[in-house]
């Protein structure tokens, strides 16, 4: 969509436009990635928006396999030959929210009309299609000390729409409420960092001891499209569109170990880590396109705070080759996630306590309060060799929620959850495996009180998101493995 036409839709507010919103392809992410798949982002997410599957359920780090070089690049280690992953997760999601009285957060300039209350209140639905692609490669280099690997993923990610709200079509006097209760948050919105890793690494044959370093270049996209007034209330009579499109590339690594103290794969533990992109924080650049009494663009920064990962695992054969036992957990620092801040070309996100920014004059546009929380999850599950070519498995596990409800809304529906998985491998010939699996992530429901996020000054004040948060996700998954 050029820019002139997303300007003259937005300012439209018509429910053709409110509605839809047309992505962008990312040229570079395409190119870089060399395949279809990466254009599409996952809708699902584990904690906070980091996807709770990437590929296959043998995505571990105590297992031997390409999905490695995203979950432990020290785990390549115990691959003999050289081995390919191609993997298409195919995900729904669904997103129900009931916005509350208690959300209501109008300026004194706002009538308090029903009209005002049955526009900003009440139930709001998004079911979304997505793809979660993976593609990793390793190889040994025919040496049982040196190996390495590459791999293209999207770790971090997500992507909804909402249904639209016909009840307010062609309502003059609520325009803007055709596109949902919960527009304040979120219309529609793309966010997504793609992973290009490399892993180089070494083993210690004597011990089966392998150590890795992944270096990774990573390219982030944010797409994202609301409701919004200047002053950070959820008026009708003044309420406007503000369309955020911003992108960044940063250098993030990973490291780990991987230990197999008993022959023939008996025991298998493996531990990396992951360091956030950016080092640091990530300062995207782009546009920030916004209509109220009239139209403008500005190019802006986003800045923002990924956490780091810590990566645990255990895989054993207490029984012979038959069954194998698999443990696996994460320890993920959303702490780091404090805020997310709409700034003036190369301006800091510095705050007063009370939410007002620092600068004189006013340098910062939005600085949305997260604090999060660091979260965890924990998997158990086992694979059955019902001979030696077909294996049957299936875990279950949970994940904790990072987002507090104080400050949680509809792009960011995190919440305690309940995960299980089945599949089944097949090694169709020595060279290619074809595997499928289904996965289930079931949400906790979660029920917020008063937020106060309308009661924080200036650049802080955003409306309210108070009410009740349900959501799913259904995985499916095909890959295929060629060894060689």
Request: with cysteine.
């Amino acid at each position: 969509m050029a820019r002139n036409d997303t300007m003259t839709k937005v300012a439209d507010l018509s429910c053709s436009t409110l509605c839809r919103l047309h992505v962008r392809r990312n040229a570079a992410i395409a190119a870089a990635a060399g395949f279809a798949l990466v254009t599409a982002s996952g809708s699902a997410r584990a904690s906070g928006f980091l996807n709770p599957r990437i590929g296959d359920p043998h995505g571990s780090p105590a297992l031997a396999n390409a999905y490695a070089v995203y979950f432990n690049p020290a785990a390549l280690g115990g691959i003999t030959g050289s081995e390919v992953v191609l993997d298409g997760t195919l995900a729904y999601r669904t997103v129900d929210y009931t916005r509350a009285t208690s959300a209501l957060s109008p300026s004194a300039a706002q009538p308090q009309t029903s009209l005002y209350a049955s526009s900003n209140t009440g139930n709001a639905h998004a079911g979304n299609f997505a793809e979660i692609p993976f593609v990793g490669a390793s190889s040994d280099f025919g040496r049982r000390d040196f190996f390495g690997g590459i791999g293209a993923y999207v770790p971090f990610g997500g992507a909804v729409k909402f249904d639209q709200n016909q009840n307010f079509a062609g309502n003059p006097d609520a325009r803007g409420a055709v596109d949902g209760r919960q527009r304040w948050a979120v219309i529609s919105a793309t966010q997504r960092s793609l992973y290009l890793t490399a892993v180089v690494g070494m083993r210690i044959p004597s011990a089966n001891l392998s150590f890795a370093l992944g270096p990774s270049l990573v390219l982030s996209e944010i797409v994202h499209n609301q409701a919004r007034n200047l002053d950070g209330h959820d008026d009708i009579i003044s309420e406007g569109r503000a369309l955020l499109e911003v992108t960044g590339t940063h250098g993030a690594l990973s490291a780990g170990v991987y230990w197999e103290p008993l022959p023939k794969k008996a025991l298998r533990l493996g531990l990396s880590y992951s360091v956030r992109p950016g080092f640091g924080e990530m300062r995207m650049k782009g546009t920030l396109s916004q209509h109220y009494t009239g139209d403008s663009v500005k190019d802006v920064d986003f800045v923002q705070n990924y956490p780091d990962v810590l990566r645990f695992g255990v895989a054993g054969r207490p029984w012979g080759d038959a069954v194998e036992l698999r443990f696996d957990t994460e320890f993920v620092t959303w702490s780091v996630f404090e805020r997310q801040c709409i700034v003036e070309r190369g301006v800091k996100c510095t705050l007063n306590p009370n939410g007002s920014d620092t600068h004189s004059p006013e340098q910062i546009i939005l600085a949305i309060r997260r604090a999060w929380h660091n979260a965890g999850a924990v998997r158990a599950g086992a694979g059955w060799y019902i001979d030696d070519k077909t294996e049957l498995y299936g875990s279950l596990g949970f994940d904790t929620s990072a987002v507090p409800t104080s400050t949680i809304e509809v792009t960011y529906p995190d919440s305690f959850k309940l995960m299980g998985s089945i599949g089944a491998r097949r090694q169709l010939s020595d060279l290619f495996t074809l595997g499928v699996s289904y996965s289930d992530i079931y949400y906790l429901p979660v029920t917020t009180d008063h937020q106060q996020q309308s009661e924080l000054f200036g650049v802080s004040r955003v409306p309210n998101e108070d009410g009740k948060y349900k959501s799913t996700v259904m995985f499916f998954n095909v890959n295929a493995t060629f060894s060689f």
